[in-house]
């Protein structure tokens, strides 16, 4: 059968918008979600690590309540100081 010339053209150029738009749409989510904007690059460029997150240093766990009415002991990896904070917080919020 003879299909008109126009009909033809005019279904490929609707598949192409078709197509158009999905790649479009898809490289622009793709887009906002891999790339940071500039005020997160800001944020991140200005923040302070942890002295704690870094290698080389120890992670340092706050006491329980049952460890804070024991006391320090010289066996816990932070030093007397360091101990008393986060006890002396907790009897704060109490």
Not at 25 to 44: D, E, N, Q, Y
Request: proline letters at 4%; a positive charge.
């Amino acid at each position: 059968m003879y299909r008109h010339r126009g009909r033809t053209v005019g279904t490929f150029i609707i598949g192409a918008i078709v197509v158009t738009a999905v790649i479009c749409a898809g490289f622009g989510r793709l887009g906002s979600s891999t790339m940071p904007t500039t005020h997160v690059k800001a944020l991140l460029g200005t923040a302070q690590t942890s002295q704690q997150s870094t290698p080389g240093h120890d992670l340092a766990i706050n006491p329980t309540t049952e460890e804070c009415k024991k006391g320090w002991e010289a066996a816990v990896k932070s030093t007397k100081e360091q101990f008393a904070q986060p006890c002396a917080q907790m009897q704060a919020a109490k």
